[in-house]
Protein backbone atom coordinates (compact mmCIF):
# COMPACT_ATOMS: atom_id res chain seq x y z
CA UNK A 1 0.00 0.00 0.00
CA UNK A 2 1.60 3.33 -0.98
CA UNK A 3 1.45 6.18 1.52
CA UNK A 4 0.79 9.23 -0.93
CA UNK A 5 -2.70 9.40 -1.27
CA UNK A 6 -3.17 9.13 2.25
CA UNK A 7 -0.28 11.53 3.33
CA UNK A 8 -2.83 14.46 3.66
CA UNK A 9 -4.92 12.52 5.76
CA UNK A 10 -1.36 11.34 8.02
CA UNK A 11 -0.71 14.96 8.40
CA UNK A 12 -4.26 15.97 9.35
CA UNK A 13 -4.22 13.02 12.03
CA UNK A 14 -0.86 14.40 13.18
CA UNK A 15 -2.28 17.93 13.64
CA UNK A 16 -5.25 16.55 15.42
CA UNK A 17 -2.90 14.87 17.76
CA UNK A 18 -0.68 17.76 18.37
CA UNK A 19 -3.93 19.73 19.44
CA UNK A 20 -5.14 16.78 21.50
CA UNK A 21 -2.01 16.95 23.35
CA UNK A 22 -1.72 20.24 23.91
CA UNK A 23 -4.97 20.22 25.59
CA UNK A 24 -4.41 17.08 27.77
CA UNK A 25 -1.28 18.81 28.89
CA UNK A 26 -2.24 22.01 29.52
CA UNK A 27 -5.42 20.80 31.58
CA UNK A 28 -3.31 18.32 33.46
CA UNK A 29 -0.96 21.71 34.46
CA UNK A 30 -3.59 23.41 35.80
CA UNK A 31 -5.25 20.81 37.49
CA UNK A 32 -1.88 20.08 39.23
CA UNK A 33 -1.67 24.06 39.77
CA UNK A 34 -5.21 23.83 41.60
CA UNK A 35 -4.32 21.05 43.98
CA UNK A 36 -1.39 22.72 45.21
CA UNK A 37 -3.42 26.04 45.92
CA UNK A 38 -6.10 25.12 47.60
CA UNK A 39 -7.84 22.09 49.73
CA UNK A 40 -10.48 20.05 48.54
CA UNK A 41 -9.88 19.28 45.13
CA UNK A 42 -10.56 15.80 44.81
CA UNK A 43 -13.70 16.16 42.94
CA UNK A 44 -12.48 18.59 40.64
CA UNK A 45 -9.72 16.26 39.79
CA UNK A 46 -11.19 13.44 39.10
CA UNK A 47 -14.00 15.16 37.09
CA UNK A 48 -10.37 16.82 35.10
CA UNK A 49 -9.08 13.17 34.76
CA UNK A 50 -12.43 11.87 32.86
CA UNK A 51 -12.77 14.77 31.31
CA UNK A 52 -9.66 15.06 29.42
CA UNK A 53 -9.42 11.19 28.93
CA UNK A 54 -12.88 11.11 27.46
CA UNK A 55 -11.82 13.85 24.66
CA UNK A 56 -8.79 12.69 24.08
CA UNK A 57 -10.13 9.00 23.35
CA UNK A 58 -12.97 10.72 21.15
CA UNK A 59 -10.80 12.62 19.07
CA UNK A 60 -8.55 9.21 18.66
CA UNK A 61 -11.87 7.30 17.54
CA UNK A 62 -12.90 10.16 15.25
CA UNK A 63 -9.15 10.69 13.45
CA UNK A 64 -8.67 6.72 13.15
CA UNK A 65 -11.76 6.18 11.46
CA UNK A 66 -10.66 2.65 10.89
CA UNK A 67 -6.89 3.02 9.72
CA UNK A 68 -4.23 2.45 12.10
CA UNK A 69 -1.73 4.75 10.42
CA UNK A 70 -4.24 7.43 10.85
CA UNK A 71 -3.93 6.38 14.34
CA UNK A 72 -0.32 5.75 15.04
CA UNK A 73 0.35 9.53 13.77
CA UNK A 74 -2.02 11.05 16.06
CA UNK A 75 -0.61 9.08 18.79
CA UNK A 76 2.74 10.16 17.53
CA UNK A 77 1.31 13.86 17.09
CA UNK A 78 0.49 13.43 20.68
CA UNK A 79 3.70 12.33 22.23
CA UNK A 80 5.62 15.06 20.42
CA UNK A 81 3.31 17.58 21.83
CA UNK A 82 3.79 16.20 25.51
CA UNK A 83 7.00 16.43 25.28
CA UNK A 84 7.05 19.78 24.42
CA UNK A 85 4.86 21.36 26.85
CA UNK A 86 6.72 19.40 29.34
CA UNK A 87 9.70 21.34 28.50
CA UNK A 88 8.07 24.19 28.30
CA UNK A 89 6.22 24.26 31.41
CA UNK A 90 8.29 22.27 33.52
CA UNK A 91 9.74 23.37 36.45
CA UNK A 92 12.13 26.07 36.05
CA UNK A 93 15.87 26.25 37.09
CA UNK A 94 16.11 28.27 40.37
CA UNK A 95 12.54 27.93 41.49
CA UNK A 96 11.92 26.28 44.47
CA UNK A 97 9.24 24.46 46.01
CA UNK A 98 7.46 26.08 49.06
CA UNK A 99 6.46 23.29 51.34
CA UNK A 100 5.28 20.19 50.28
CA UNK A 101 2.33 19.80 47.93
CA UNK A 102 0.03 17.36 49.65
CA UNK A 103 -1.31 18.13 53.18
CA UNK A 104 -2.32 15.60 55.15
Known amino acids: MSL ?5 YLI ?4 VGLA ?3 FFSLHLWRSVQRMA ?4 HQLASAAGFLLRIAVVTA ?3 VVMAGS ?3 LLAALLGFVVAR ?3 VRSLGRKPGRTQRGPV ?3
Open 83 to 85: ELM
Open 37 to 40: ESAG
Open 102 to 104: WRY
Open 59 to 61: GFA
Open 12 to 15: LAFS
Open 20 to 22: LGV
Open 68 to 70: WER
Open 4 to 8: GPQMP
